[in-house]
């Protein structure tokens, strides 16, 4: 998958592409049945998305809501058969592009699109004047098709980015999955930490969770697939998501120790897959507390990943 981080830098072998047009945050089933529908047998298939996601430029103080970083979202959108990814930057001359602008300048004349699919709900343009029906019509006067995908509804009503954060809030990540169409996962280098996992026998692989949406603190079942290095390949873990009441932790981050694994991770990459919710944050008396605690919590992610 080729990734243009700007339009202008398209080249001729990048046009003609057929694209699904959106944020794309955490690539739901939503999104994918938006890209299904731009999928054809004459066209490559393309993705046009924004970085930052536009929320976080009209509400920088806003709490932190993504559901996935721009490296992840890549990530899943390469797993969907994505081939062209324009990941355009959303700064202050994007964001004044009017909509006729943003359909002549960066559609037509940059990426020389041949289709796109985009939501019911879809906005673009500034003060956000464009709508599908818009850009319908213009792909009529600069020769590209438009289809308009109806929102997909699941069991529970419309999928949605704002319901799989709801349900992650809870603590229901089997619902969030439902929706996501895969296990919500957390991605990113592993980082230095205190490491008095490894002196409490529970060596952890620790990750920031900056920009992200948190859910809700507690002890996972998870997966993680390590994505470089010596140690690459899949495992079973248990992960402890949140604030650490034990030692007071400011910022949340996410501690996972992977079973049966032996080794150094320090810089590599992970994908921590949220698989079940096993309990809440708890403060123990002692540390001889803690480590019997982690144990039953091992036992327990164990069985939930057996299913």
Do not use: C
């Not at 300048?105 to 019911?120: C, F, K, N, Q, T």
């Not at 709801?166 to 895969?182: I, Y």
């Amino acid at each position: 998958m080729k990734i243009l981080r700007d339009h202008q830098y398209a080249a001729p072998a990048d046009k003609g592409a057929s694209v699904a047009i959106g944020n794309f945050d955490g690539v739901h089933r939503g999104h994918q049945h938006v890209l299904n529908l731009a999928k054809r047998l004459d066209a490559p298939l393309g993705v046009v998305t924004f970085e930052p996601h536009p929320r976080q430029v009209f509400a920088p103080d806003a709490p932190p809501f993504r559901l996935m970083n721009a490296e992840a979202r890549a990530n899943r959108l390469r797993k969907l058969g994505v081939n062209l990814l324009a990941e355009l930057p959303f700064d202050t001359r994007l964001k004044s592009l009017s909509d006729v602008e943003f359909v002549r300048d960066v559609l037509v004349a940059s990426l020389g699109i041949s289709h796109a699919v985009v939501g019911a709900d879809f906005r673009f343009g500034k003060d956000r004047t464009g709508s599908a029906d818009t850009l319908k019509q213009m792909g009529a006067e600069y020769g590209f098709d438009v289809t308009i995908a109806d929102l997909l509804e699941g069991e529970t009503g419309a999928v949605s980015s704002t319901a799989i954060r709801t349900a992650l809030t809870e603590g229901r990540p089997a619902d969030a999955a439902a929706m996501l169409g895969h296990w919500h996962r957390i991605e990113g280098p592993v980082l230095h930490g205190e490491k008095r996992g490894r002196e409490l026998g529970y060596p952890t692989a620790n990750m920031g969770l900056d920009g992200l949406h948190v859910p809700k603190p507690g002890v996972y079942a998870v997966t993680v697939d390590v994505r470089d290095g010596p140690h690459a390949g899949s495992y079973g873990a248990v992960a402890n998501l949140g604030f650490r009441p034990m030692f007071e932790l400011e910022q949340p981050n996410l501690e996972t120790y992977l079973f049966d694994f032996a080794g150094d991770l320090y810089g590599a990459h992970l994908s921590v897959g949220l698989v079940a919710y096993l309990r809440g944050e708890m403060k123990f008396d002692s540390l001889q507390d803690l480590i019997a605690q982690m144990d039953m919590d091992s036992l327990a992610a164990r069985a939930a990943l057996r299913g």
